[in-house]
């Protein structure tokens, strides 16, 4: 994919996404993908698209968090033929886990993660949908990194810039790539 069609097929897909605002709370701008993912085709592109820089990294695990990064997360693992393994919220997960609290642009949570879903030494791409104040991808990163994985790359579909996700991820080391970007 070249860099003008890839920047094309992003403007195409940000014109698929839906802003709401006052959701989930009166002052927060919500950027909606289920318009995006209604539409087969767009899906199909964002998904190429977020998998093309990882082909040739011999990812060994694909980690999506909750629940809208197991959206890209699955089909990437396919594409990348890569093993899938979620981050979950708190008490969704059968098993013995690993557990972070986060901040979130509105709120504080937790996640957790199966404590065996990945090894010492496997390269990991951790996916999400979106890139907001990077607190969610932090504490999945140190998540993965607890468990001895080795953190390769971040893909998001989409990153708001003006709330600085990438600077919070830049003592992480790991590459990070984001296609539709908002001020």
Same mark, same amino acid.
């Given at each position: 994919?070249?860099?003008?069609?890839?920047?094309?097929?992003?403007?195409? +897909?940000? &014109?698929?996404?839906?802003?709401?605002?006052?959701?989930?709370?009166?002052?927060? *701008?919500?950027?909606?993908?289920?318009?995006? *993912?209604?539409? &087969?085709?767009?899906? !199909?592109?964002?998904?190429?698209? /977020?998998?093309?820089?990882?082909?040739?990294?011999?990812?060994?695990?694909?980690?999506? /968090?909750? %629940?809208?990064?197991?959206?890209?997360?699955?089909?990437? @693992?396919?594409?990348?033929? @890569?093993?899938? @393994?979620?981050?979950?919220?708190?008490?969704?997960?059968? !098993? =013995?886990?690993?557990?972070?609290?986060?901040?979130?642009?509105?709120?504080? =949570?937790? *996640?957790?993660? !199966? @404590?065996?879903?990945?090894?010492?030494?496997?390269?990991? +791409?951790?996916?999400?949908? #979106?890139?907001?104040?990077?607190?969610?991808?932090?504490?999945? #990163?140190?998540?993965?990194?607890?468990?001895?994985?080795?953190?390769?790359?971040?893909?998001?579909?989409?990153?708001?810039? %003006?709330?600085?996700?990438?600077?919070? #991820?830049?003592?992480? &080391?790991?590459?990070?790539?984001?296609?539709?970007?908002?001020?």
């Amino acid at each position: 994919m070249t860099a003008v069609v890839g920047e094309n097929v992003a403007a195409s +897909l940000k &014109a698929k996404i839906r802003e709401v605002r006052g959701f989930p709370q009166e002052d927060i *701008l919500f950027y909606d993908i289920t318009t995006l *993912l209604q539409d &087969a085709g767009a899906f !199909h592109d964002a998904v190429d698209m /977020m998998a093309e820089p990882f082909r040739d990294r011999a990812i060994d695990m694909v980690v999506a /968090m909750e %629940s809208r990064g197991f959206i890209f997360g699955a089909p990437l @693992a396919y594409l990348l033929d @890569a093993g899938f @393994a979620p981050i979950r919220k708190l008490g969704k997960l059968p !098993h =013995n886990t690993i557990t972070r609290e986060y901040r979130l642009e509105y709120a504080t =949570n937790t *996640l957790e993660m !199966h @404590a065996d879903a990945v090894r010492p030494g496997q390269k990991v +791409l951790l996916v999400d949908d #979106l890139l907001a104040t990077g607190g969610t991808v932090a504490a999945s #990163l140190d998540i993965v990194r607890e468990l001895g994985a080795d953190p390769v790359g971040v893909v998001v579909l989409v990153e708001l810039e %003006s709330l600085r996700g990438r600077q919070r #991820l830049e003592p992480y &080391a790991v590459e990070v790539r984001s296609f539709i970007r908002y001020p």
